[in-house]
């Protein structure tokens, strides 16, 4: 259904409530015990996702710049801003019951797919090139991918988070990395009880804070500063930084393995359950938010204005982030293969011409390289001397090795020998001779 509302209308619709599995109708955890007095639950992070890639954490504090009093001034004044502008938008408000009931992370993001999405893409598509004269879509994790893991092999390959932002400008590369959790896996209340009163994690190695993380991961690997973990009950946005002083010229490799090695994490959370209160932030405008900013000036960077003074980039005012030519990714890939080339240390060339000459040799190199095979331009013959004879091995496509299942392949073509036209009048004429089904042919 097609309806006509200001932008901020729109993404202010309150979202649908959800029922969850593993709460009761009165808002207590189902539990066979006796009932008890009303308490937290609490989380089961033992199921969250772990990876020796995911930083440790050194300081988390609370975002509390990231308000509506901020969006609305980052995006114009009351009267002039894009968010009091009407448009014509698609309505995704009224969902099938069926998406209401939240069991597990799947069934979550089959809501979210269906509803929040939609009307992030619906907003997106109608204000991003007004405003940064570019798209910007919200899309899933596996539709984009993070700058500094582009083509590498080994197990950065597995890291993928669930949703992703695209924009023009940055082509497939995901410019906001988003995961999903259930709210019995995580909340930010760990957040706000992880640190001392100076923002200080506690126990940076502490189970529950695996999400977080690996949300800081991704964020990173992108080499990008905002991200977001939505559940059940909030949204969390986040923005990551690093704790090290500007170093004045340093690749963008170096900021992120700093970002990596020290990283800063801010946040802000979002209840999904707002109503129509018109005075809070909500989840759909914050997310519209977080990818405008995305794509307006959202890479990582060694210190961070305020929000409010952030100036919207367009297109044309930006470069695209290239991924580095020579990283220490690239180093640990080397490395990784040169060990699977007995004869060959890292460092040395070795004789190339061999090695493109010798698939057999290639092979034994590792899964991560395919063999080549190089046919040559030889003299066309007659279709007689090509089947009479073998090629020698220097010119055939096998280059294969004794004892190997070419070489017995090789050794059977040398049995292979077409009979003459006059062996195959004699057979024609033998068959017409013999008489069909064990009968002789009635004159």
């Given at each position: 259904m097609i309806r006509s509302l200001t932008l901020r209308e729109y993404l202010t619709t309150a979202n649908p409530t959800l029922r969850l599995a593993w709460v009761s109708e009165d808002d207590q955890e189902i539990d066979k015990s006796p009932p008890k007095k009303k308490k937290e639950r609490k989380l089961n992070s033992a199921s969250s996702t772990k990876n020796d890639l995911y930083p440790e954490l050194d300081t988390i504090s609370e975002w509390k710049e990231f308000t509506l009093e901020t969006i609305i001034e980052l995006f114009g004044d009351p009267t002039s801003s894009i968010l009091n502008q009407s448009y014509d938008l698609q309505d995704f408000s009224r969902t099938h019951p069926c998406f209401h009931q939240i069991s597990d992370e799947d069934s979550l993001e089959a809501l979210l797919i269906k509803h929040t999405q939609s009307t992030i893409l619906e907003a997106l598509q109608k204000t991003t090139n007004s405003l940064l004269h570019q798209e910007v879509t919200m899309v899933r994790g596996g539709q984009a991918s993070l700058l500094h893991l582009d083509q590498r092999k080994g197990k950065r390959k597995?890291?993928?988070?669930?949703?992703?932002?695209?924009?023009?400008?940055?082509?497939?590369?995901?410019?906001?990395?988003?995961?999903?959790?259930?709210?019995?896996?995580?909340?930010s209340r760990v957040l706000r009880e992880c640190v001392d009163r100076h923002d200080k994690v506690t126990d940076p190695t502490a189970d529950c804070l695996w999400p977080a993380r690996q949300l800081a991961a991704y964020c990173a690997y992108s080499h990008m500063r905002y991200g977001y973990i939505i559940t059940d009950e909030e949204l969390i946005v986040v923005r990551i930084g690093?704790?090290?002083?500007?170093?004045?010229?340093?690749?963008?490799?170096?900021?992120?393995?700093?970002?990596?090695?020290?990283?800063?994490?801010?946040?802000?959370?979002?209840?999904?359950?707002?109503?129509?209160?018109?005075?809070?932030?909500?989840?759909?405008?914050?997310?519209?938010?977080?990818?405008?900013?995305?794509?307006?000036?959202?890479?990582?960077?060694?210190?961070?204005?305020?929000?409010?003074?952030?100036?919207?980039?367009?297109?044309?005012?930006?470069?695209?982030?290239?991924?580095?030519?020579?990283?220490?990714?690239?180093?640990?890939?080397?490395?990784?293969?040169?060990?699977?080339?007995?004869?060959?240390?890292?460092?040395?060339?070795g004789n190339s011409h061999t090695e493109r000459e010798s698939p057999t040799q290639n092979a034994r190199a590792g899964p991560s390289r395919e063999p080549v095979y190089h046919l040559r331009s030889r003299p066309q013959k007659s279709f007689q001397s090509q089947t009479s004879t073998v090629p020698d091995s220097d010119d055939e496509l096998f280059h294969s090795q004794p004892g190997s299942a070419q070489s017995s392949f090789v050794n059977r073509l040398h049995e292979v020998r077409l009979p003459s036209k006059r062996q195959l009048e004699e057979d024609e004429v033998g068959a017409r001779k013999t008489p069909r089904h064990g009968k002789s042919k009635q004159k």
């Amino acid at each position: 259904m097609i309806r006509s509302l200001t932008l901020r209308e729109y993404l202010t619709t309150a979202n649908p409530t959800l029922r969850l599995a593993w709460v009761s109708e009165d808002d207590q955890e189902i539990d066979k015990s006796p009932p008890k007095k009303k308490k937290e639950r609490k989380l089961n992070s033992a199921s969250s996702t772990k990876n020796d890639l995911y930083p440790e954490l050194d300081t988390i504090s609370e975002w509390k710049e990231f308000t509506l009093e901020t969006i609305i001034e980052l995006f114009g004044d009351p009267t002039s801003s894009i968010l009091n502008q009407s448009y014509d938008l698609q309505d995704f408000s009224r969902t099938h019951p069926c998406f209401h009931q939240i069991s597990d992370e799947d069934s979550l993001e089959a809501l979210l797919i269906k509803h929040t999405q939609s009307t992030i893409l619906e907003a997106l598509q109608k204000t991003t090139n007004s405003l940064l004269h570019q798209e910007v879509t919200m899309v899933r994790g596996g539709q984009a991918s993070l700058l500094h893991l582009d083509q590498r092999k080994g197990k950065r390959k597995n890291l993928r988070p669930d949703w992703a932002g695209r924009c023009h400008l940055q082509e497939a590369h995901n410019i906001l990395p988003g995961e999903t959790k259930p709210s019995r896996v995580f909340s930010s209340r760990v957040l706000r009880e992880c640190v001392d009163r100076h923002d200080k994690v506690t126990d940076p190695t502490a189970d529950c804070l695996w999400p977080a993380r690996q949300l800081a991961a991704y964020c990173a690997y992108s080499h990008m500063r905002y991200g977001y973990i939505i559940t059940d009950e909030e949204l969390i946005v986040v923005r990551i930084g690093t704790l090290v002083e500007e170093r004045s010229g340093a690749p963008i490799i170096e900021l992120m393995e700093e970002t990596v090695d020290k990283p800063r994490l801010e946040w802000q959370s979002i209840p999904w359950n707002h109503g129509n209160d018109p005075t809070k932030i909500t989840v759909n405008l914050a997310l519209w938010a977080l990818h405008v900013l995305a794509a307006s000036n959202g890479q990582l960077d060694w210190k961070y204005s305020k929000l409010s003074k952030e100036k919207l980039k367009r297109i044309e005012e930006q470069r695209p982030l290239q991924p580095p030519a020579n990283s220490s990714f690239e180093d640990n890939m080397t490395e990784s293969q040169d060990e699977r080339r007995p004869g060959l240390k890292r460092g040395e060339e070795g004789n190339s011409h061999t090695e493109r000459e010798s698939p057999t040799q290639n092979a034994r190199a590792g899964p991560s390289r395919e063999p080549v095979y190089h046919l040559r331009s030889r003299p066309q013959k007659s279709f007689q001397s090509q089947t009479s004879t073998v090629p020698d091995s220097d010119d055939e496509l096998f280059h294969s090795q004794p004892g190997s299942a070419q070489s017995s392949f090789v050794n059977r073509l040398h049995e292979v020998r077409l009979p003459s036209k006059r062996q195959l009048e004699e057979d024609e004429v033998g068959a017409r001779k013999t008489p069909r089904h064990g009968k002789s042919k009635q004159k």
